[in-house]
């Protein structure tokens, strides 16, 4: 979960430095394309980057604050791994903030749902009208998160769980 916030929250940074031109020209190099599709695209993201630009207040500091509780899950799984009873407790919080994060990025950028559905759909070639619609794809998105942190939270307080630190820890000690 930790890597795909970081990855996800540096896209989204990394976006505000690319001009729309730039994923123009990326287009135009795809050769499979019909002209039609390369307009929907090149629609799809100019579109989204306006967005983008109009939100940039409140994105780029939920960005960070994804980037940061990213790395974060990271370096506390990593020593969770090796049978670090608190940051196993610091994970499991991260983990909670993570979702948390996630739910106060869906109220507040209610603006960048739609641009970002259409995006991806015409970089899947895809007719919008059946497929999505409202920001369908950040609701499942978000939705996949919370599920995938249950299971993490879940996972890390089961008392097989505990009883596994517990052991590393009084094995260190010894």
């Given amino acids: 979960m930790g890597v795909l916030a970081v990855m996800r929250s540096y896209g989204m940074l990394a976006s505000f430095r690319i001009p729309p031109d730039e994923f123009g020209l990326e287009i135009d190099r795809k050769p499979d394309l019909t002209p039609e599709q390369r307009a929907r695209q090149k629609e799809a993201i100019v579109a989204y980057t306006a967005a983008l630009e109009v939100a940039r207040n409140r ?29 196993r407790l610091a994970l499991v919080q991260l983990t909670v903030a993570h979702v948390a994060l996630s739910g106060v990025e869906w109220v507040l950028t209610p603006d960048l749902r739609v641009p970002e559905d259409n995006l991806l759909l015409a970089y899947g070639n895809v007719d919008s009208q059946p497929v999505m619609t409202g920001g369908t794809s950040k609701l499942l998105g978000i939705a996949f998160g919370v599920g995938f942190s249950a299971v993490i939270i879940l996972g890390l307080t089961l008392p097989g769980s505990r009883a596994f630190y517990a052991e590393v820890e009084r094995l260190r000690e010894a």
């Fill in 59 to 87: 994105v780029v500091p939920l960005a960070v604050a994804e980037l940061l509780l990213g790395a974060a899950m990271i370096v506390f799984a990593q020593r969770a791994t090796v049978g670090r009873a608190w940051a």
